[in-house]
């Protein structure tokens, strides 16, 4: 598929801590911008799609270990914001 031209624009987008910080790290290991990132497994979600191969996923889990991220797909409808919000 040949390049395509598209618009991106900036956003402000909160986001659990621990879980930025693992996605940063994800971004950097894969040499791609945090946007980049984002944006893939977006896409891949929106297509049904693992937007993760076996090795990445290992890469993950041991990112979540370092940040303490314990977080799973079915705490993403419970989850209730506590604290300072900066």
């Given at each position: 598929m040949?390049?395509?031209?598209?618009?991106?624009?900036?956003?402000?987008?909160?986001?659990?801590?621990?879980?930025?910080?693992?996605?940063?790290?994800l971004?950097?290991?894969?040499?791609i911008?945090?946007?980049?990132?984002?944006?893939?497994i977006?896409?891949?979600?929106?297509?049904?799609?693992?937007p993760?191969?076996k090795?990445?996923?290992?890469?993950?889990k041991?990112?979540?270990?370092?940040?303490?991220?314990?977080?799973?797909?079915?705490?993403?409808?419970?989850?209730?914001?506590?604290?300072?919000?900066?």
């Amino acid at each position: 598929m040949a390049n395509m031209d598209i618009e991106r624009v900036q956003t402000g987008v909160r986001i659990e801590k621990r879980l930025l910080k693992v996605l940063k790290a994800l971004a950097e290991l894969k040499d791609i911008s945090l946007g980049d990132l984002l944006e893939g497994i977006c896409l891949h979600a929106l297509d049904g799609k693992a937007p993760f191969e076996k090795e990445t996923l290992k890469q993950i889990k041991e990112l979540k270990r370092i940040y303490g991220l314990s977080l799973t797909a079915a705490d993403s409808h419970t989850l209730k914001e506590t604290g300072d919000a900066r």
